[in-house]
């Protein structure tokens, strides 16, 4: 089966603690992204990557960090600098053809704070 | 930042009826593309139109492009119950190296 996974679907974070969100994609896609998704809101790009060990803030990369070892994968990691972080957390990923232009997506991370 | 800006923020119909949800944007697009949420869901991409297109079909989906007025309209024909969700634009700005900006959405809410 090809697709994209998340885990874990719930994840609950202590203050002051760093937790990391995965995020694994089996499509030999290039480029990888992280969202952050609020209640009633559109996404927010977090990190993107286009090739592996390279990497490039969002629009709201403060208090994360990323990195990508390897192609299949894209680990976020949610700081304790990142004071406000209960939300939804979608990862997508796409080819960087020019004519293939979809992100697909998983199924999210939804992390709140104990 | 949100490129888009969609419009209605929540529309309600009954099944059978026609859907349209607006969407604006700001700067200049490679492309543009729709995609739908269910309620705690990734997204699903429905279509994808570009710069150089004015309508497409996919479906009971059309999509209108107006560059000149940096704004583009998804109509669902014949909606079913099974389409309520969440739809969101997103834009696929010029020079901004594979990155897409999402819009706010519209929840749309299909009752039998």
């Known amino acids: 089966d090809g697709g994209i996974t998340q885990s874990p679907k719930y994840l609950f974070r202590k203050e002051g603690q760093n937790v990391t969100l995965s995020c694994e994609q089996n499509l030999n896609h290039d480029a990888m992204y992280w969202y952050r998704q609020d209640p009633g809101q559109g996404l927010r790009l977090i990190y993107y990557?286009?090739?592996?060990?390279?990497?490039q803030k969002g629009d709201i990369a403060e208090g994360y960090s990323v990195s990508r070892e390897k192609k299949e994968s894209f680990p976020l990691t949610v700081t304790s600098a990142q004071k406000n972080p209960t939300a939804f957390y979608l990862c997508?990923?796409?080819?960087?053809?020019?004519?293939?232009?979809?992100?697909?997506f998983g199924p999210g991370t939804r992390l709140l704070v104990l | 930042s949100q490129q888009g800006e969609e419009d209605p923020q929540a529309l309600s119909i009954q099944e059978g009826e026609n859907a349209t949800m607006n969407c604006s944007y700001k700067?200049?697009?490679?492309?543009l593309q729709w995609y739908r949420q269910n309620s705690g869901r990734g997204l699903v991409h429905l279509i994808l139109?570009?710069?150089?297109?004015r309508e497409k079909h996919s479906g009971r989906l059309r999509v209108t492009l107006d560059t000149s007025k940096k704004s583009s309209s998804l109509l669902i024909t014949a909606s079913r119950a099974a389409d309520t969700a969440s739809y969101f634009c997103?834009?696929?700005?010029?020079?901004?190296?594979?990155?897409?900006?999402f819009g706010t959405g519209t929840r749309l809410q299909v009752t039998l």
């Open positions: 997508a990923s796409r080819h960087l053809a020019q004519t293939q232009e979809t992100q697909y």
């Open positions: 990557s286009q090739i592996v060990n390279d990497f």
């Open positions: 700067t200049s697009i490679n492309n």
């Open positions: 997103a834009t696929d700005a010029t020079g901004t190296a594979s990155k897409l900006t």
């Open positions: 139109i570009r710069s150089n297109e």
